[in-house]
């Protein structure tokens, strides 16, 4: 059956169900039908109406129904938990990256969102509860994870998870409101973004308009009123009848003064609308209302939206399990609502990261976009070795730590990056072997100066296979200082097609000037160097040493001769305050090696500073 015969037939059958045995239906328990709602007030702060422009045109002609239904992700449940306006916000979002199409499924993490909200936006830190203006604008400003990231828990944390997770919800620390943080897999996945938000004036037209034009759907919230949602928290009767098709109709007068005796907030997604569904109201007394003749009272005009008590609410809903019919008047009289838009997705496949990054179960070489990476093609290899070993006080053995490369090809440049603490370097000899070859990178230089973080470049092994064990050789040789060897890596650079009768250069240059990085400014700071010579690019690596107390706030990018910036770092949660990390930089291959290299790091996030300590960059060329 057509939903559009469906939308005349139900109104009959409900009042069959009413009335055909002369006796309303059995009533449903509040321990039956406790579905969770929200804080009261989390709306309080919106503009009215009033204050709002109305969106399109005053003559502007919109279709009798409406619906947005093919592109809404599946119904979600909010368990026990009062969160429901996070629900809204998530299938919002997931609605929106349908409508763009590229990501496939989204799924976001209503967990990592209530997170997000409390914590990173500092905003509802004493109440489960939230508004759509504070969840579209974290989900805008910091972003949101897929659910496999943070899956979210359908109970409230309580005294078995904190002590301090009991009494009055106002009273508790944010963890209970967030079930805690989220694991450092969240905290380092991808972040999926939506457009900032917007009110939206919530007259009927005006949403319809927004709606239709925009071919988006929008959160709206505010009061509950308990006897129209049929809710099991009503202290005036109920009529049970609606609560199969989701139809919830406009307040009666006994409604919203005894709702507002224990106010409550509720927030869902309007995804379309139908001006001809008819409902018959209810009166103070939980019955269907007629009038003083008999006759029935109608309401007219109800949107459609999209809940999340699940499945089990709304069963019989034509438009599916979990969605509801909601009153014109109750959306425009008692709610507010926020809109946002489309995002902008584009998804790159990373050729070097291990990731299907684009979804479409291929990864790095084996997908067709990377055909023409270098990285596939003339593979530029970067081998890592993050052990700590300690290094021994003035033993002439001292420590080794290897590197097995597994990919042949001949070398056309190499270089070595060294992370050693220790408190006196003039005590230290560093060697790299391979086979019968072995170059001293460091000899006992530096005097008392701490730490060896520096980046070596190496000539002795160009034209030999890179495949083969890597060491390198660390020797304390001098008594009363100890150190470690944190880390170091292997970057090799082969001749393309095993081709090196083009022997390459290398141009380096370095800015050590300190540049301080302004809180919570896109401006942020930036650092030029400039290189001169011949060639054209064939491996560039950027070195940055940078100390900050919060690094998932910092976007890093680098610019040649004013051109489109290339991300190099963006949202990493990285312990620690100080970072010194190599990029390589596949975006400029192919362009003149001469230039002017620009390295930007911006602070896009309140309340924690840093600097940029200095930076080096290193181009070979072809």
């Known amino acids: 059956m057509s939903g559009n015969k469906l939308r005349y037939l139900f109104p009959a059958l409900l009042l069959a ?4 045995d002369g006796s309303a239906p059995p009533d449903i328990t509040p321990e039956d039908d406790f579905f969770p709602i929200e804080a009261p007030g989390l709306y309080d702060d919106a503009p009215s109406n009033d204050e709002l422009a109305d969106e399109g045109k005053a003559d502007e002609v919109l279709p009798r129904q409406f619906d947005l239904m093919a592109t809404q992700s599946p119904m979600k449940n909010q368990g026990s938990r009062g969160v429901c306006s996070i629900f809204a916000t998530t299938a919002l979002a997931e609605h929106l990256y349908n409508v763009e199409g590229t990501l496939p499924n989204p799924d976001f993490s209503e967990q990592f969102l209530q997170w997000s909200t409390k914590v990173e936006a500092g905003r509802f830190t004493n109440t489960s509860g939230s508004s759509a203006q504070v969840n579209i604008d974290a989900f805008n400003r910091f972003g949101n994870v897929l659910t496999p990231e943070w899956p979210y828990e359908s109970r409230p944390w309580g005294a078995s998870d904190d002590e301090r997770c009991v009494g009055d919800e106002a009273t508790q620390p944010v963890v209970c409101h967030t079930n805690g943080n989220p694991p450092m897999s969240a905290l380092m996945a991808r972040r999926w973004r939506i457009p900032r938000g917007r009110f939206v004036s919530s007259r009927v037209n005006s949403l319809k308009s927004f709606m239709f034009n925009s071919g988006t759907a929008v959160q709206v919230g505010g009061d509950f009123f308990y006897q129209a949602w049929g809710h099991g928290g009503s202290r005036i009767p109920r009529y049970a009848g609606y609560r199969d098709f989701g139809y919830v109709t406009m307040p009666n007068d006994e409604d919203i003064r005894s709702s ?14 139908d001006d001809d569904l008819e409902v018959q109201a209810i009166d103070a007394e939980g019955n269907l209302a007629v009038d003083a003749s008999g006759n029935p009272v109608m309401q007219r005009g109800f949107f459609l939206f999209k809940n999340s008590w699940g499945s089990g609410w709304a069963t019989r809903n034509p438009m599916g399990a979990g ?17 946002s838009g489309v995002p902008e997705v584009s998804l790159t496949e990373i050729c070097t990261d291990g ?15 990377c055909a023409t990476d270098r990285a596939c093609i003339d593979p530029s290899g970067s081998y890592e070795n993050a052990t700590v070993i300690d290094i021994p006080d003035n033993t002439p053995a001292g420590i080794r730590s290897t590197i097995e490369v597994a990919e042949g090809g001949v070398i056309s440049s190499l270089s070595v990056d060294v992370d050693i603490t220790h408190t006196y370097r003039g005590d230290l000899i560093v060697a790299l072997e391979k086979g019968d070859t072995r170059v001293t990178l460091h000899e006992r230089e530096g005097a008392g100066e701490d730490d060896i973080r520096r980046t070596y470049e190496v000539r002795d092994f160009d034209g030999q296979d890179a495949a083969g064990t890597w060491t390198l050789h660390v020797v304390d040789a001098a008594r009363a200082d100890v150190g470690r060897l944190n880390r170091w890596a292997l970057n090799i650079t082969r001749c393309a097609g095993g ?5 390459p250069t290398t141009l380096t240059g370095s800015n050590d000037t300190l540049r301080v990085i302004p809180d919570n400014d896109p401006a942020g700071a930036s650092s030029d160097i400039t290189l001169t010579g011949e060639g054209t690019i064939a491996t560039a690596r950027v070195t940055a040493n940078l100390t900050h107390t919060f690094f998932a706030d910092l976007l890093v990018t680098l610019r040649k001769d004013g051109g489109s910036p290339i991300e190099l770092m963006r949202e990493q949660y990285i312990s620690g305050t100080m970072l010194m990390r190599t990029f390589t930089v596949d975006g400029l291959n192919g362009q003149a090696a001469a230039g002017t290299y620009t390295l930007h790091v911006a602070d896009l996030a309140a309340s924690d500073e840093g600097t940029l300590n200095g930076w080096s960059i290193e181009v070979v060329t072809e």
């Open 17 to 20: 169900l009413a009335c055909g």
């Open 260 to 273: 507002r005796e224990h106010r409550a907030g509720h927030s869902v997604t309007i995804v379309g609308w």
């Open 323 to 339: 969605y509801g019919w909601i009153q014109y008047e109750h959306v425009e009289r008692f709610m507010s609502a926020y809109g």
């Open 355 to 369: 990731i299907d990054n684009t979804f479409n179960d291929l990864v790095d070489c084996a997908d067709p976009a």
């Open 499 to 503: 081709d090196c009768d083009s022997t």
